[in-house]
């Protein structure tokens, strides 16, 4: 137990020490693969630093399963979000807001809703443009609308634990 431990504390210290060591010039528009927020795993994310530490970004993503009945459910998300990065350029821990929204289609129901995330992380990002983005923080989902075009059912959401990860490429 004591050698796995040493060893992921090990690996964190590189990972924190190449990425200090990057080279400290701007990145200014990143893509990548996205999950978390609530969205799912099947997503990506588009960056746009607009100065020095502020971002605007746009999260999309997919996902399906099936729910308990054996019925096959879909759905998506989005979630557009700004970033503000403690130190620029380069690696930072930030914090990142934004409003989002879901649907969700079940045979001939779709249900929706509207919230809002916020998230407090590290984004390690290196001169090569590659960046890792590790975050947590909590997400509040309104009030829930689904409806099979004949009955409509609404459903209270509320306030629950959120985590997000990025693999991102920054091109310049």
């Not at 924190?16 to 999950?35: D, M, Q």
């Not at 054996?70 to 979000?81: A, E, N, Q, S």
Request: proline letters at 3%; a neutral charge.
């Amino acid at each position: 137990m004591t050698k796995t431990l040493r060893i992921a504390v090990a690996c964190v210290g590189l990972l924190w020490a190449s990425a200090a060591a990057a080279a400290e010039a701007p990145h200014t528009l990143g893509v990548g693969y996205k999950i978390g927020n609530g969205l799912g795993f099947l997503g990506a994310d588009a960056v746009l630093g607009v100065g020095e530490h502020l971002s605007l970004g746009l999260q999309a993503n997919y996902f399906s399963d099936t729910s308990e009945l054996g019925d096959k459910y879909t759905g998506y998300g989005v979630l557009p979000f700004v970033q503000y990065r403690f130190r620029a350029p380069g690696s930072s821990p930030y914090l990142s807001a934004g409003p989002l929204y879901a649907h969700v289609r079940l045979n001939d129901v779709t249900a929706a809703a509207y919230g809002a995330v916020l998230n407090a992380g590290w984004e390690w990002i290196w001169s090569s443009g590659i960046a890792i983005n590790v975050g947590a923080g909590a997400s509040y989902l309104g009030k829930i609308t689904a409806t099979d075009g004949f009955t409509t059912v609404e459903r209270g959401g509320g306030v629950a634990f959120n985590i997000e990860a990025a693999l991102r490429y920054y091109f310049f």
